[in-house]
């Protein structure tokens, strides 16, 4: 398994951005739910780097980038300036990766990147207006949530979220198969 060490400072700095881009990214690909989405969005994004530094243990690599991207707040402003590249940074950065680690380091890299994104997505459920639904319906959202998580998520994925998480995931996937 690889390390951060591995890489020059300037690559460094890259893939550990990468990581933030890709959920600012998602998080500003639509504008349902305006600055409350964005702040819950940001709030998520940065649990989900501290998840994933501590899911990744086995893979120091992905450790290392997720732990880096929450902690390097300093450059946050300079790697939103950059999130509408995201998908071409993600894929550039699994090009340096599949160079110089292994192909479980490219995997995790991967899954990692969805993951963030995938987080993002589902942390604000956009695309309707909640006073506009009945308490019945409220109800039901509630049982879904506790019944089936997995189908929960899914419904707070905008439509405008699914495909650029599509299009993430389908750009890793083509780095994968060189």
């Known amino acids: 398994m690889g390390n951060l060490s591995t890489f020059v400072p300037e690559d460094r700095d890259f893939l550990v951005g990468v990581f933030y881009k890709v959920g600012v990214w998602i998080s500003h690909i639509d504008d349902d739910g305006e600055d409350n989405a964005d702040?819950?969005?940001?709030?998520?994004?940065?649990?989900?780097?501290?998840?994933?530094?501590?899911?990744?243990?086995?893979?120091?690599?992905?450790?290392?980038?997720?732990?880096?991207?929450?902690?390097?707040?300093?450059?946050?402003?300079?790697?939103?300036?950059?999130?509408?590249?995201?998908?071409?940074?993600?894929?550039?950065?699994?090009e340096m990766i599949k160079a110089q680690m292994g192909i479980e380091?490219?995997?995790?890299?991967?899954?990692?990147?969805?993951?963030?994104?995938?987080?993002?997505?589902?942390?604000?459920?956009?695309?309707?207006?909640?006073?506009?639904?009945?308490?019945?319906?409220?109800?039901?959202?509630?049982?879904?949530?506790?019944?089936n998580k997995g189908m929960h998520d899914a419904q707070n994925i905008s439509p405008t979220e699914d495909t650029a998480l599509i299009e993430l995931f389908d750009a890793l996937r083509v780095v994968s198969k060189k």
């Open 39 to 94: 702040s819950e969005e940001e709030k998520v994004l940065m649990r989900v780097f501290d998840r994933l530094s501590k899911k990744y243990k086995t893979t120091p690599l992905i450790s290392q980038l997720t732990a880096e991207a929450g902690r390097q707040t300093s450059n946050h402003a300079r790697w939103m300036g950059d999130s509408e590249e995201a998908v071409a940074h993600a894929v550039k950065g699994a």
């Open 105 to 147: 380091d490219l995997k995790a890299y991967r899954m990692a990147l969805q993951e963030t994104g995938r987080s993002v997505a589902t942390a604000f459920r956009e695309g309707e207006d909640e006073s506009a639904q009945t308490f019945s319906s409220k109800i039901k959202n509630v049982l879904l949530k506790i019944r």
